[in-house]
């Protein structure tokens, strides 16, 4: 009996030994690693009065351009640990922490730099993503976490007017016709961060959600067109009779050369209604401050022109017009705003550590019913700069560099100018000089 036994407790062995053998060469690492990557703005800039300020000189809302972000010293790393294994599955582990965005304090060596908690060290996403997982097959992804998911900004406005920010999952799939489509839930609490008697920390919370679909990659029209739609939701707890507890929004983005010529661009048009006002696919905490009857189409193009060896051109067209929301113009809930911007920024290689670069825009802002004090409803807001761009690679996009700079601000109504961060009582216009450093990687 015992005789018999060997043989059967063997090949049982064997079985087991191949088996765990076979499972342990599938989940073999065959690279594994860190990857660094970040970003740097560092802005030295001072007013007439020599002074360092808190403006951004309108830039978030489409009326100015040009290097006029308020933050000081803004810095970014992204942290990606990226794992292979043998049987083809991959694994991302990213994290990304911020430092001094918004931020516009020139601070010294005294020690600990805050007593208050405004702009530190910040983790701003956190996620893990499970890449061609056998079960859901080659070319897919889940996710999940913190994340800024899918975003778009204007090249000279800087404003991202596509993401979703904030905790979530999703699912992803890279098609065999080259296209990319994909499902993701995510969600914000619009009071995190605030302590107010309207915004509780640990009372009824308010917490936005939005259910992201989308199909990228669609070759047509001698481009590639992405789309996108989000359903949108909010708990019900604390909100005001008019308040948005859903929305909705879309968008179409084109993606070519510069519009025919060498180079390339980005047009995007966007729709949306309650909490899908802001531009329609721009999801956040932001997302919960709109009325039920909210809606605002929103439309922008921009891109870098290569016009020559020497010279390139940035331009930037962007269209918002946002109605029936409560922004206190009219106190009813009925409130409009248009705004339209153009932008330009051509410079010039004069080699390839140094080029010029100037920068103008020009934009105007429709304001429906009380007008804000100003004397006419339609407001204009003029940007010109000059900079001398010293670089390590002279292209548009080339980085780092240091840009000393001069910039001209200026609107067509006096009492618009403090809405910008004009300082000077009874001006309309103000200089603004400063160096640039700045760093990609």
């Known amino acids: 009996m015992k005789h018999k ?53 309108g830039k978030p809302d489409y009326r100015t351009a040009g290097t006029s972000g308020k933050s000081a010293n803004q810095i970014e790393f992204v942290l ?35 007593a208050n908690t405004k ?28 994340r800024f ?17 904030g905790m979530g999952a999703g699912f992803e799939m890279n098609l065999d016709s080259g296209h990319k489509t994909g ?20 009372g009824e919370r308010t917490t936005v959600s939005s259910l992201d679909l989308y199909y990228y990659g669609v070759k047509a029209l001698g481009g590639s067109f992405d789309f996108d739609a989000k359903l949108m939701t909010r708990a019900d707890e604390a909100l005001a009779p008019n308040d948005a507890d859903s929305g909705f929004g879309v968008s179409v983005t084109y993606n070519r050369d510069y519009y025919g010529l060498d180079g390339w661009s980005q047009t995007a048009i966007a729709y ?31 891109g870098v ?8 051109m940035g331009t930037e067209l962007t269209y918002w017009a946002p109605k029936d929301m409560d922004w206190g113009l009219t106190g009813n809930g009925t409130d409009e705003v248009t705004r339209y911007i153009f932008a330009a920024r051509p410079t010039y290689k004069v080699n390839d550590n140094f080029r010029w670069e100037f920068t103008g825009s020009w934009a105007v802002e429709d304001l429906n019913g009380n007008q804000w004090g100003r004397k006419d409803s339609a407001t204009d807001f003029y940007t010109l700069e000059a900079a001398s761009v010293f670089t390590v690679n002279a292209d548009y996009f080339g980085r780092p560099q240091l840009k000393p700079y001069v910039t001209w601000v200026g609107t067509s109504d006096e009492a618009a100018a403090g809405a910008i961060g004009i300082t000077e009582a009874g001006e309309k216009d103000q200089f603004v000089f400063g160096v640039h450093a700045e760093i990609w990687f």
Do not use: C
């Open 183 to 202: 499902i993701a839930i995510v969600a914000a609490d619009p009071e995190a961060g605030f302590a107010s008697e309207d915004r509780p920390v640990d």
């Open 272 to 302: 949306g209604e309650g909490l899908g006002t802001n531009r329609g696919v721009n999801f956040g905490g932001w997302s919960g401050a709109w009325l039920e009857d909210s809606k605002s189409l929103f439309f922008t193009t921009y």
């Open 149 to 165: 998911l899918n975003r778009a900004a204007g090249i000279l406005t800087g404003e991202f007017w596509k993401q979703s920010s």
């Open 80 to 114: 990606k640990k990226h794992t292979e294994f043998a049987n083809g599955v991959y694994s991302d582990f990213v994290t990304r922490t911020e430092y001094g965005n918004g931020d516009s304090f020139y601070y010294t060596s005294s020690g600990a730099e805050k």
């Open 5 to 57: 036994l060997v043989p059967v407790a063997a090949a049982l062995l064997t079985a087991l030994t191949s088996y765990n053998v076979a499972a342990e060469s599938a989940t073999d690492i065959l690279t594994d690693g860190w990857e660094v990557h970040g970003y740097g703005s560092m802005n030295f800039r001072f007013n007439e009065d020599l002074q360092s300020f808190d403006s951004e000189l």
């Open 305 to 312: 022109l290569n016009i020559s060896d020497n010279w390139q």
């Open 119 to 146: 702009a530190q060290l910040e983790i701003k996403e956190a996620y893990v993503a499970l890449g061609n997982l056998p079960y859901l097959g080659e070319g897919t992804e889940i996710w999940a976490g913190r």
